[in-house]
Nanobody, 115 residues
Framework: QVQLVESGGGLVQPGGSLRLSCAASGSIFSSNAMGWYRQALGKQRELVAT???????AYADSVKGRFTISRDGAKNTVYLQMNSLKPEDTALYYC?????????WGKGTLVTVSS
């Protein structure tokens, strides 16, 4: 019913920037909340940022001021602009969409921050 496809990950030097995209398709609504999560090697998945259907955003303290979550006019794509990247940002980044009582996840895109 819902498909999420992330893109935009890659290798970047500390202090650099990346922009992740998550394209949603299927039975979705503009009111569906979406978010980005990440999972570093050997660690649990953690919340990075969320955005509601009306554009209210929230961020983990570790990325506040550096990352920006947004969604396009059609609200079928969510973005994560990542600036001032740090090595500790290295992780698989997953897009999530919440529809009713269900959560849908993308397969993830790898972000590696290294010099």
């Amino acid at each position: 019913q819902v498909q999420l496809v992330e893109s935009g990950g890659g290798l970047v030097q500390p202090g650099g920037s990346l922009r992740l995209s998550c394209a949603a398709s299927g039975s979705i609504f503009s009111s569906n909340a979406m978010g980005w999560y990440r999972q570093a090697l050997g660690k649990q998945r953690e919340l990075v940022a969320t955005i509601t259907g009306i554009g209210v955003t929230a961020y983990a303290d570790s990325v506040k001021g550096r990352f920006t979550i947004s969604r396009d006019g059609a609200k079928n794509t969510v973005y994560l602009q990542m600036n001032s990247l740090k090595p500790e940002d290295t992780a698989l980044y997953y897009c999530k969409l919440t529809r009713g009582a269900m959560n849908y996840w993308g397969k993830g895109t790898l972000v590696t921050v290294s010099s």
